[in-house]
């Protein structure tokens, strides 16, 4: 372990030490709504394979979203929520997209 990370730790375990002892307040957490991705394609009444087409992932992707394995970011959550909250005007804007 390099010095640089070994002082990184150092200071993370002292904050903490801070936080507990009520010394320093915890940093504010930040929680992203992520859609259920499994409920918004099927709402719309698509396979795996025509929903990761339109949106233009890939369908391993796609299953990850699913399972939560992996959490969709950046411009594809952006996607995602356009298609939660707006789904038909969504879909027209998508319709005869080519990946």
């Given amino acids: 372990m390099e010095a640089e990370q070994i002082d990184s730790l150092l200071a993370s375990v002292k904050e903490a ?26 709402g719309l009444g698509l396979s795996q394979e025509e929903f990761a087409y339109r949106i233009q992932v890939s369908v391993g992707t796609l299953r990850n979203w699913e399972q939560q394995r992996r959490m969709p970011t950046g411009t ?3 996607l995602l929520r356009i298609l939660e909250r707006e789904p038909e005007a969504a879909m027209r ?7």
């Fill in 17 to 42: 030490i801070g936080i507990k002892n009520g010394m320093l307040r915890p940093a504010p957490v930040t929680r992203v709504e992520i859609p259920d991705v499994a409920a918004l394609r099927k």
């Fill in 76 to 78: 594809s959550l952006a």
């Fill in 93 to 99: 804007a998508l319709a005869g997209q080519h990946a």
